[in-house]
């Protein structure tokens, strides 16, 4: 580790989530991956920006605390966010975060990361308590009201997310294929129908595939197609089936495009085949995070 890297020691949560709903078991491991990421950073590394307009990688980490903090029963901070921001705040949720980061920004590095370490501390501890019940009573989500373990099942993906925009801006290897990975990945495949059913605007009777490359101890790989009979629905890979549009990605571009970090384009990370002009409109429709 560099010496000017945050040198804290590594510390277990309280509490055991033994027990828990698979979201929760999930997001406690996430949390200990980002944890082992940050305590490697050097701290040039914390204020490198991301391909989140606006955010260095301290704002990442800030961000992901500050949700954890919200969680656990704070308030929003009450302060003014500089004119800058609105550059890049688009929405409500949007500059609920961004109060978070600005808040954190004045912290110095250790005291960020510190900060990090405990939002998820106070968090595994109430995670643990938890009862069934709880888990599964609904809750007002990103998603919508929905059982409070689903939510969590959202936290791993934004946390899992972030950790790759971290590594991205680092210039790391991300293997993204862990268990939260699959976990996450399942996440943006749920998003595939709206994409191509509402966004894309694919005809009644068109079968586009998806498929995602890659080795499968690092990666992502999978391949599911999505049906437009009346509305567009998941449905498992037919090959005796024709197919309208297919399209191949690498496994970083199709998680990069989902979460809108970039552009996707045919030749860059993504193959296509079939239908052109409704490939190149579901490349377009990918992104569909807030």
């Known amino acids: 580790m560099d010496t000017e890297s945050s040198n804290a020691a590594t510390t277990e949560p309280a509490g055991s989530t ?3 709903p698979v979201e929760v078991r999930h997001l406690i491991q996430q949390w200990k991956r980002l944890d082992e990421l940050l305590a490697g950073l050097k701290r040039d590394d914390w204020t490198a920006p991301t391909a989140l307009p606006g955010w260095t990688v ?7 605390a500050g949700t954890e903090h919200l969680l656990s029963g704070e308030p929003v901070p009450d302060i003014d966010l500089p ?10 949720i949007g500059e609920l975060n961004e109060k978070f980061v600005e808040e954190a920004r004045p912290l ?12 998820v501390a106070e968090r595994t501890g109430q995670l643990a308590e938890m009862t069934p019940q709880e888990f599964e009573a609904e809750t007002d989500s990103p998603v919508g009201r929905v059982p409070f373990r689903r939510f969590m099942g959202v936290r791993v993906f934004d946390c899992w997310v972030h950790e790759d925009d971290i590594r991205h801006a680092l210039g790391m290897q991300h293997h993204l294929g862990s268990g939260p990975g699959r976990f ?9 129908p709206r994409t191509v059913g509402k966004k894309a605007g694919a005809p009644d009777g068109a079968r586009v595939r998806f498929r995602v490359t890659g080795e499968a101890d690092t990666d992502l790989p999978m391949a599911v197609d999505v049906v437009v009979d009346g509305r567009a629905a998941l449905a498992d890979v037919d090959d005796s089936a024709a197919v309208t549009a297919e399209l191949v990605f690498d496994t970083p571009t199709f998680v990069r495009a989902a979460t809108g970090r970039i552009a996707a384009d045919a030749g860059n990370g993504v193959e296509i085949s ?3 002009d409704l490939s190149y409109s579901i490349l377009r429709s990918m992104a569909f995070t807030i």
């Open 108 to 119: 110095a590095v250790e005291d960020a990361f510190a900060d990090f370490r405990e939002a």
């Open 83 to 92: 004119p800058s921001a609105g550059d890049y705040v688009r929405n409500p």
């Open 274 to 276: 079939g239908d052109r």
């Open 18 to 20: 033994g027990g828990a």
């Open 58 to 64: 301290r704002d990442v980490v800030a961000h992901i």
């Open 184 to 192: 996450a990945r399942d996440e943006i495949v749920r998003s595939l």
